[in-house]
């Protein structure tokens, strides 16, 4: 405001200046006076310009100071796309691993769940007294056998049930690791949403692709608890009813 | 039903196979073999005999739509019975799969009881068909 009253003086007096040479007939003098004021306004033009281009250039340089984009981008997210991948890798590891104890404990199972009912036919026969005394001697040491066989078959159960407790630690792993890119991701949307406002005016003019333009046909793969899909049924139960509705 | 049929598992995960190949043979098939996505299975069917596919939907390479689709094309796999297990549960998707020619269709996660009923379901209309 100083600025501009200052030169709203300097210019009054020089505008009365050039009347008075006018009235006194001193064209060439009012000449002179008219030349020195438009040279006045070019100044005041290219110093507004000056500044307008220092302002530009220091904001695009504090935007490089403060933007983490590039970090973000440079190392962070392909780190985090690994980080994603040892996950995937990790979880496998652990799935397959409990799977492992599974299919070995399953037939074990089996195998002594059958030896046990063979006993408990024979062993009903005797109850009821339909044994002579030569099987019963048989069926003592068929028991012994597998009473034995029982002890270190639940021993292996035991074992592979403390294998596939200590499977379940990829939680903790795959935790760690998805928060730190679930962090990574906030830090990048602060960037983002700093950027977009930063270039606000040539963002106003760029709206986003409207999202409800999104392909119909797009595969979402699971369904995530809050995020659901508008046109996305909830489980096989509705899934069953579509489908007989369409003659299934 | 033909507890010795041959199936063919096709996932990308191979957890997820292993866990469909032990139900089935916990429901008496285990006459199964793999495949990890549409392209590896294609030729598998077409020169394997198979009596049943069970596939997942989106798979890299070609997917489990795309691999229904070509099985129904092919001549002498047409009638093969097809059964998608996928997490892909949107309308569309299951209205295509249907137009496609599913046999059944099953949401992950799912139950043994639910692969049991749908594979039920399945071979009796087939059967009766």
């Given amino acids: 405001m100083d600025d501009s009253s200052g030169m709203n003086e300097e210019y009054l007096e020089k505008a009365r200046h050039i009347i008075s040479e006018v009235e006194s007939g001193n064209i060439e003098a009012a000449d002179k006076l008219v030349e020195e004021l438009s040279r006045n306004r070019d100044k005041s033009l290219f110093q507004e310009l000056g500044k307008l281009t220092r302002e530009f250039h220091d904001s695009l340089n504090n935007f490089k100071l403060d933007s983490k984009l590039t970090e973000l981008t440079g190392t962070e997210i392909p780190d985090a796309k690994e980080r994603l991948k040892h996950v995937i890798d990790v979880t496998d590891k652990a799935a397959h691993r409990t799977m492992n104890v599974v299919e070995d404990l399953l037939p074990l199972c089996e195998a002594l769940d059958g030896q046990g ?34 002890h270190q078959g639940t021993d292996r159960v035991k074992s592979g049930l403390t294998d596939i407790l200590m499977a379940q630690d990829y939680q903790d792993i795959t935790g760690q690791i998805i928060s730190r890119v679930i962090n990574l ?64 | 039903m033909n507890k010795d049929m041959k199936i063919l598992i096709v996932d ?42 069970v ?38 998707q299951i209205v295509e799969a249907a137009q496609a020619g599913v046999n059944g269709y099953i949401v992950k996660p799912f139950t043994a009881e639910v692969l049991k009923e749908k594979i039920g379901k399945i071979f009796e209309r087939v059967g009766a068909a």
Avoid at chain 1, 126 to 141: A, H, S, T, V
């Fill in chain 1, 117 to 150: 009912e063979q006993i408990r036919t024979l062993w009903q026969r005797f109850m009821k007294r339909d044994m002579e005394p030569q099987e019963f001697r048989e069926l003592c040491k068929e028991i012994e056998v597998y009473l034995e066989e029982q």
């Fill in chain 1, 185 to 248: 991701v906030s830090d990048l949307e602060v960037s983002l949403v700093k950027l977009i406002k930063d270039s606000g005016a040539l963002m106003e003019d760029a709206q986003p692709e409207s999202s409800n333009k999104k392909d119909k046909t797009a595969l979402e793969g699971p369904q995530v608890p809050g995020l659901e899909s508008n046109d996305a049924l909830s489980g096989q139960d509705e899934v069953d009813d579509l489908l007989s509705s369409l003659g299934f």
């Fill in chain 2, 12 to 53: 990308d995960f191979s957890t997820m196979r292993r866990i469909i190949k032990n139900l089935l043979r916990d429901l008496g098939f285990s006459n199964t073999q793999e495949a990890d996505d549409g392209q590896t299975a294609l030729p598998m069917l077409q020169s394997g005999n198979f009596d049943f596919l």
């Fill in chain 2, 55 to 92: 596939t997942d939907w989106n798979m890299p390479g070609m997917t489990g739509i795309d691999l229904l689709k070509a099985v129904r094309a092919d001549e002498k796999l047409s009638t093969l019975p097809v059964l998608l297990v996928t997490a892909e549960q949107k309308r569309e």
